[in-house]
């Protein structure tokens, strides 16, 4: 079983940055992606961004292009996720996520799920 532990979340204004971590833990196999959904209130779960191991490779949302940036660390089985010139709309709970798929953007590729954490930005 794979464990998810996301951090970073809090309460920032428009245009400021957050960093959100994911750390992974109890076997996550030598191939395998780690990837962000979110979810704002009264809404779907969306995909955000993945990056896979070992390769490396990312995949973004249309709407997180250009303002978001995941990366990881590879030794760590730790992912984050950079978020600059964050909008009201990017406001939901944020989660870490786990498949063997090759990053997947639907969410029913993902096995395991982080508990979540929350990001809010104010107008």
């Known amino acids: 079983q794979v464990l998810l532990a996301e951090s970073g979340g809090g309460l920032v204004r428009t245009g400021e940055s957050l960093r959100l971590s994911c750390a992974a833990s109890?076997?996550?196999?030598?191939?395998?992606?780690l990837a962000w959904f979110r979810q704002a209130p009264g809404k779907e779960r969306t995909f955000v961004a993945s990056?896979?191991?070992?390769?490396?490779?990312?995949s973004y949302a249309d709407d997180a292009k250009g303002r978001f940036t995941i990366s990881r660390d590879a030794a760590k089985d730790t992912m984050y996720l950079q978020m600059n010139s964050l909008k009201p709309e990017d406001t939901a709970i944020y989660y870490c996520?786990?498949?063997?798929?090759?990053?997947?953007?639907?969410?029913?590729?993902?096995?395991?799920w982080g508990q979540g954490t929350q990001v809010t930005v104010s107008s």
């Open positions: 109890g076997g996550t196999f030598y191939t395998y992606t």
């Open positions: 996520a786990h498949s063997r798929a090759y990053n997947s953007q639907w969410s029913g590729t993902y096995t395991y």
């Open positions: 990056i896979n191991w070992p390769g490396g490779i990312q």
